[in-house]
């Protein structure tokens, strides 16, 4: 695939706010879902951009940073997933389990990023303590610019390597290591849900994911619903969860009421 110094610069750039959104935005601009049809677009493949961006949110759904320690980083693995999707050519399960050292690059990188601005928080402090918000301003800037400059370089590295040495790798690499990659990326989304519902289901709950799960394969049945499957399972999902609130809502009213009347009015 033939690029161009504007696609450079937008990937640069995209990458560059990403970065910056992941830490201090928090608008959830860097989600892989989010940044994977950009990227596409970018490329000339929205669709492809939108397809692996979203396989690759799938495995990272669950992840989540506790303290300093970080998981492999969103930002760099989704977009280098659609990045070897479109300029080599992977399938987007190879594509998303391709991209996993990338996103090991990126959680070192965040790493020592937050080693270096360790020793700066002193430095805070003293700016506070000195009733100076400029002093503060400029630290958080700067590290915001160092973090989102280290992942525009690292993907734009890639990027320019990755497009002609991607298309070589894949006529060298044996068919039975891509299906391997294949298989591998499949997977990833399927541990990457288990992570998410093992922080979030409850007992109350198996009821509705058994029941979801047994609509999902109903659904997937029929050949003229398989394709808004998941949208239609969506809206029975929001529907049961409103009629479940506005249930709730009218318990809690109700209870209010006969409290009020017992302390009032004595009855």
């Known amino acids: 695939m033939h690029f161009n110094a504007l696609q450079i610069i937008l990937i640069f750039i995209v990458t560059f706010i ?18 994977g049809p950009i990227v596409g677009a970018i490329l000339g493949d929205l669709n492809t951009g939108l397809i692996v961006g979203a396989t690759y949110q799938l495995m990272t759904i669950g992840n989540m940073p ?9 930002v760099i693995g989704g977009i280098m997933s659609v990045i070897f999707a479109i300029t080599a050519g992977f399938d987007s399960n190879a594509a998303v389990a391709a991209a996993i050292p990338f996103a090991l690059l990126g959680q070192y990188g965040v790493t020592v990023i937050f080693t270096i601005m360790a020793p700066l928080m002193s430095r805070a402090d003293k700016y506070a303590a000195e009733a100076n918000p400029r002093g503060i301003e400029k630290l958080n800037y700067g590290a915001m610019a160092a973090i989102g400059a280290i992942f525009g370089i690292i993907v734009v590295l890639f990027f320019i390597g990755g497009a002609t040495f991607g298309k070589q790798l894949v006529k060298n690499i044996p068919d039975t290591f891509m299906h391997g990659l ?5 997977m990833m989304k399927y ?26 394969v109903i659904i997937m049945a029929n050949p003229t619903l398989s394709g808004p ?5 969506a809206m029975i999902g929001f529907a049961i969860a409103y009629w479940d609130y506005q249930i709730n809502s009218k318990i809690k009213v109700s209870s209010s009421v006969s409290i009020e009347g017992d302390y009032e009015d004595g009855i």
């Open 18 to 35: 990403a970065a910056i959104d992941q830490f201090s935005f928090l608008e959830s601009l860097y989600q892989p879902i989010v940044m």
């Open 182 to 186: 294949d298989v591998a990326g499949g």
């Open 66 to 74: 506790v303290g300093g320690a970080q998981p492999p980083n969103a």
């Open 229 to 233: 499957a998941l949208l239609i399972i």
């Open 191 to 216: 541990v990457g849900f288990a992570v998410l519902l093992r922080l979030m289901i409850s007992r109350d709950l198996w009821g509705f994911f058994f029941a979801g799960f047994a609509l999902a």
